[in-house]
Nanobody
Framework: QVQLEESGGGLVQPGGSLRLSCAASGSIFRINAMGWYRQAPGNQRELVAAFTSYGPATYADSVKDRFTISRDNAKNTVYLQMNGLKPEDSAVYYC???????????????WGQGTQVTVSS
C-alpha cells in the first residue's frame, strides 16, 4: 500500500501565500506522476499542477504564474507554492500519486485525505 500525507492548508487573505506538501510512503517501486488536484463545493475535482515522468510540470491555466510545483525525488515529496491567492482558489486540495508498487505492477492512483485551503478576508 501507498500512503500520501498532506500538510500546509489553512486560511489566508486574498493576495497571500500558502505552501502545501505531500509525502508518499509505503510500497513504492516507481512514482510515474505526482501532483495536486482541488475540488470546491459543487464542482468537479480538477488538476492544479502535476509532474509526470516525462516533460515539464503541467498547470491549470487559472494558476499559471501564481502557483509553482516542485519535488524532492529522494523524499518522494511534492510541494505546491501558492502565491497571489484568490477567493476562487478556495477548495479542498488533494495530493495524487500514480505509483507502481513493484516492477511488474500496473500503475495505480493513490489520493491523500485532502487539505482545506480557504482564501477570504
Amino acid at each position: 500500500q501507498v500512503q500520501l500525507e498532506e500538510s500546509g492548508g489553512g486560511l489566508v487573505q486574498p493576495g497571500g501565500s500558502l505552501r502545501l506538501s505531500c509525502a508518499a510512503s509505503g510500497s513504492i517501486f516507481r512514482i510515474n506522476a505526482m501532483g495536486w488536484y482541488r475540488q470546491a463545493p459543487g464542482n468537479q475535482r480538477e488538476l492544479v499542477a502535476a509532474f509526470t515522468s516525462y516533460g515539464p510540470a503541467t498547470y491549470a491555466d487559472s494558476v499559471k504564474d501564481r502557483f509553482t510545483i516542485s519535488r524532492d525525488n529522494a523524499k518522494n515529496t511534492v510541494y505546491l507554492q501558492m502565491n497571489g491567492l484568490k477567493p476562487e482558489d478556495s477548495a479542498v486540495y488533494y495530493c495524487n500519486a500514480r505509483v507502481m508498487t513493484t516492477i511488474r505492477a500496473a500503475n495505480r492512483d493513490y489520493w491523500g485525505q485532502g487539505t482545506q485551503v480557504t482564501v477570504s478576508s
